[in-house]
């Protein structure tokens, strides 16, 4: 993740993580990113069966029963072993998690173990009374997903009346209190309706949006042609960065971050260069603590069968089995060479990535993205709209 609001508009300074330590356990969660001992966040997703019908899913969902999901006890044993290790938030996704009965469980007992836990929902199940259990439990944050407004979304997700499902969602969340947040994935199809999602972000006081760039995987795989070209890309974090900035200029402060393109730090560090030199070396500090893509040492999942993945996009690649073996066990003690390789992938980047300056910022970006077009886990990622002249 990329904090948007946090490096443009100056609304963290490096001293804010130092002042803990940078350790995960102790970070509050806004600073959680620029931790250094980089235990994972763990994305769990708890069912595959998904109300609606999503054109760029991950988890090629559908609304049906799947067999194989991890029971609610053996769901209690990975949140056990997950807090044993440190892991400071657990994220419960799926599928559409809120279709698992025993999901509202299952996040309390990440909390009474001593975990955050938040949930990536559509947002369609939140009714009043859903929306009560989820402050009862302890959720300390729901992300709720978007494609742009009614027209647009309901084309997205294959339903209609989708839009205005979620927006009852949020307001029902809203009203118990609990943070609540958007989730939009990028594409050449709905970027125009960034600046509409801004426009509701302050209409109906969201706090939080997340703009995700799109990763090649699941039905997600078939969209790569329609993904924004390098100069569309651009100009949409361009567009990002003038609406936060916007925002925090007429007071009205919202955390805005960018998701799975890591090439945005550079971006926004060289921007900042030559708009504000003394900011830009605090912001090279910070991305310096953040390090840039983190799958398979920072970020991990676990799906629905106990399946361990780098990410939640990895799906073809399985590490182990929580069933067989802990999660804790198969991340410290990897028995494939590319979970071990992915800790350390700086050393194994092919082509631009290999000898781009940034390398240490970005991480590499997303491996799974150049395996998708090239073949290639450590090909350079596809994605990266940096020039040569910017990385050389």
């Known amino acids: 993740m990329i904090g948007i609001s946090k490096l443009y508009c100056n609304t963290v300074e490096p001293s804010d993580a130092l002042r803990y330590g940078r350790h995960s356990g102790r970070l509050p ?228 971050l960018t998701v799975d393109n890591h090439a945005d730090g550079p971006y926004i560090y060289l921007r900042l260069l030559r708009e504000d030199p003394e900011r830009a070396a605090q912001v090279l500090e910070l991305l310096r603590m953040n390090e840039g893509n983190n799958s398979g040492r920072g970020i991990g999942c676990v799906s629905w069968d106990g399946e361990v993945h780098a990410d939640q996009f990895w799906r073809h690649k399985s590490f182990g089995n929580v069933r067989n073996r802990p999660f804790s066990k198969i991340w410290t003690e990897p028995e494939d060479p590319l979970l071990a390789r992915l800790k350390e992938k700086k050393k194994h980047m092919k082509g631009r990535c290999a000898t781009c300056r940034w390398l240490d910022i970005c991480g590499g970006n997303f491996r799974v993205r150049a395996e998708a077009v090239h073949g290639d886990v450590w090909a350079p990622d596809p994605a990266c709209y940096l020039t040569d002249e910017e990385i050389a």
Request: net charge negative; aromatic share 8%.
């Open 29 to 256: 969660s806004h600073l959680l990113q620029f931790s250094a001992d980089k235990r994972p966040v763990v994305v769990w997703n708890v069912t595959r069966r998904c109300n609606l019908k999503c054109v760029h899913c991950y988890a090629q969902s559908e609304d049906m029963d799947y067999d194989n999901e991890l029971t609610t006890a053996e769901g209690r044993a990975l949140l056990d072993d997950l807090a044993d290790f440190g892991v400071p938030v657990v994220l419960f996704s799926g599928g559409e998690p809120l279709v698992r009965p025993d999901l509202p469980e299952l996040a309390e007992y990440a909390v009474k173990k001593g975990m955050r836990a938040v949930i990536s929902t559509n947002g369609t199940l939140i009714t009043p009374k859903m929306a009560g259990v989820l402050r009862d439990i302890g959720l300390s944050y729901v992300g709720i997903s978007l494609d742009g407004m009614a027209a647009v979304n309901d084309k997205f997700r294959g339903v209609r009346g989708a839009f205005d499902r979620a927006m009852a969602g949020i307001r029902n969340t809203q009203a118990t209190g609990v943070k609540v947040g958007l989730r939009f994935t990028i594409n050449r199809f709905n970027v125009e309706e960034i600046p509409p999602i801004f426009d509701l972000l302050e209409e109906m006081e969201v706090p939080r949006v997340c703009f995700y760039h799109l990763v090649y995987s699941g039905r997600g795989s078939e969209l790569v042609d329609d993904d924004l070209s390098l100069e569309g890309t651009r100009a949409a974090v361009d567009l990002i960065m003038d609406r936060t900035r916007d925002l925090h200029d007429r007071g009205l402060a919202k955390e805005v």
